[in-house]
């Protein structure tokens, strides 16, 4: 069960929450979860991650507004579990270097990063509530996923 509210560009949201420690990645190796659960990695102030530092990036920010392609990105929807969907040729396609990226803040750091120091208009900072609530503060548009579609013309 997800709840949101919108408070201007801060979304709180509440997650359902399960006690998994690991994700199977095959029959032999298990991926730890929940990292920030606990003070057992105090010694980590964030983590920056983003699923979409790919080539569709480096393509949507290259300069070639003629390339036969078409980009669909999902954006967040407030009080809705469907994203704004959006499509535009690539000559009406823009992107910032920093959309998609997020800076996920460990509540249970020795050292936590200063509120400030890595922010960025275009990117979302995750922080967890003494109460345990997730604070996320992200553009109105941020950039969830983003498809490519390209046609190779003969």
């Known amino acids: 069960m997800i709840e949101s509210s919108v408070d ?5 949201t509440h997650v359902a929450s399960y006690n998994v420690t690991a994700a199977p990645k095959n029959a032999n ?3 730890d979860v929940g990292l920030f659960c606990d003070d057992a990695h105090a010694e980590v102030s964030a983590v920056v991650y983003s699923c979409l530092a790919t080539w569709g990036k480096l393509r949507a920010l290259a300069d070639n507004p003629e390339a036969p392609s078409v980009y669909t990105s999902f954006h967040p929807n407030p009080g809705s579990l469907f994203p704004v969907v959006r499509t ?3 000559r009406d396609y823009t992107e910032h270097l920093m959309d998609g990226l997020y800076v996920l803040h460990n509540p249970f750091a020795r050292n936590p ?4 120091l890595l922010s960025h208009p275009r990117l979302c900072e995750v922080r ?3 109460d345990g609530e997730l604070i ?4 109105d548009d941020f950039l969830l996923l983003r498809m490519l579609h390209s046609v190779k013309l003969t």
């Open 113 to 116: 990063l200063p509120p400030g």
């Open 136 to 139: 996320m503060d992200a553009p």
């Open 8 to 12: 201007s560009l801060t979304l709180y």
């Open 88 to 90: 535009a040729p690539k």
């Open 29 to 31: 190796t298990n991926i």
């Open 128 to 130: 967890v509530a003494d």
